[in-house]
C-alpha cells in the first residue's frame, strides 16, 4: 500500500534559541513514523522563515545541508505568522498527500501527531489539534486567548474552541484553500468553511522551552480584530441596534421632560438642544467608524495583493 508523505510547516519569526531542539525532536518523529511504516519516506519538515532578524535562515540551511529531511522557505520580509503559514503550506502541498502545520516552540505536543494521522486513516481531511488545558500558560495568555474564542462566537463567526494552527489538512483541503482570494485570510476561520469531514485531538500545550512569545499584545488584538473584520457584519448589526435603541430611549426621555416641564419643572431649554446635539454626534461617529472599517477592509481586497513573495526556495533548488 501507498504511504502518504507528511510535510510539517513550521513558521519560524526569531527562532534561533529553539530550532535545533526542535528539528531534533521533529526529526525523530518523522524517522520514527516512517520506521513503523506510517508515513512515506520522502516526508519532510519544512521551515517557514519570515524574515526573521537574527540567525533563523542560517540555522535552516545547516539543517537542510546536514539532513535531506529538512527543507525551507525564506520570505522576503516579516508578513505575520499567518502568512508565513499559508507560504509553507501551499510550498509542501506540492509534494506532500498530508501536511501538519505547527509552531517552531513545540508548545503544541508532538506526541499528537500519530493520534492526527490515524484521524486521517479513520477518513478525517482535516483533524484539528485542540488544548485541553492551558495551566502551562501565564493568567493574561489564557485569558486573552479564551476571551478571543468566546467573543468570536458571539460575533457568529465559527471557529474550533482553543484550537490554534496545529492541525492536519490533506492537500485536497489546501487546493480549495487556494480558491479563497483574499488578503486578510484568518486560517482559524477558513478551515471549518471549507468543510469536509473533521476531527480533533486534545492535548496538553507546554510551555515555550527557550526564546520568547513572538505574538506581543499588539499582534494579538490585531490579529483578533482581523478575525472579527473579516468574518462578521454582526459589528452593524450592533451598531443599528445601539442606533435604534438610543433613538427611542432620547425619544421618549425628551417627550417626558417636555410633558413634566410643562406641568411644574422649569428646564432651560438649552438642554434639549445640547442633549439631542450630543446624541446624535456620537451616534454617527460611531456608525460611521464601523462602515469605514469594512469599506478599508473592502479597499485592502480589491488590490489583491499577493500574500507573500517567495526569495528563495530549497524545494526547487
Ligand atoms: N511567527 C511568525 N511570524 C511572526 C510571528 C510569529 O512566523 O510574525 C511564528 C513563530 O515563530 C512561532 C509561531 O508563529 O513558530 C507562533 O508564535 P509564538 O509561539 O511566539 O506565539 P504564542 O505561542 O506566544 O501565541
Ligand atoms: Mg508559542
Known sequence: ???????????????????????????????????KNIISNKSKIMYVNDGSKDKTWDIILELHNKNKKVTGVCLSRNRGHQNALLAGLF?????????????????DDINAIDEMIQKYHDGSEIVYGVRSSRKKDTFFKRFTAQSFYKFMKLMG????????????????????????????????????????????????????????????????????WDGITSFSV??????????????????????????????????????????????????????IGIVGEYVGKTYIETKSRPRFIISRNLEEE
Not at 91 to 107: C, H, N
Request: hydrophobic content about 45%; proline content about 2%; glycine content about 2%.
Open 1 to 35: 500500500m501507498k504511504k502518504e508523505v507528511l510535510y510539517i510547516v513550521v513558521p519560524c519569526y526569531n527562532e534561533e534559541e529553539v530550532l535545533h531542539e526542535t528539528n531534533k525532536r521533529l526529526l525523530s518523529k518523522i524517522d520514527d513514523l516512517i520506521t
Open 157 to 224: 463567526v465559527d471557529v474550533i474552541y482553543n484550537h490554534a494552527d496545529y492541525r492536519l489538512t490533506t492537500k485536497k483541503v489546501l487546493d480549495n484553500l487556494e480558491k479563497f482570494n483574499e488578503v486578510n485570510l484568518f486560517l482559524r476561520g477558513i478551515f471549518p468553511i471549507i468543510g469536509y469531514k473533521h476531527d480533533v485531538v486534545y492535548y496538553e500545550r507546554s510551555e515555550r522551552f527557550a526564546g520568547k512569545s513572538k505574538y506581543p499584545l499588539k499582534k494579538m488584538l490585531n490579529f483578533a
Open 234 to 287: 454582526k459589528p452593524i448589526r450592533l451598531i443599528l441596534s445601539i442606533g435604534i435603541l438610543t433613538c427611542i430611549l432620547s425619544f421618549t426621555t425628551i417627550v417626558t421632560l417636555i410633558v413634566l416641564d410643562l406641568i411644574f419643572l422649569d428646564l432651560s431649554k438649552w438642554v434639549y438642544i445640547i442633549l439631542s446635539i450630543w446624541l446624535s454626534l456620537g451616534i454617527q461617529l460611531f456608525a
Open 91 to 107: 510550498t509542501a502541498k506540492k509534494s506532500a498527500d498530508i501536511v501538519i502545520s505547527m509552531d517552531a516552540d513545540l508548545q
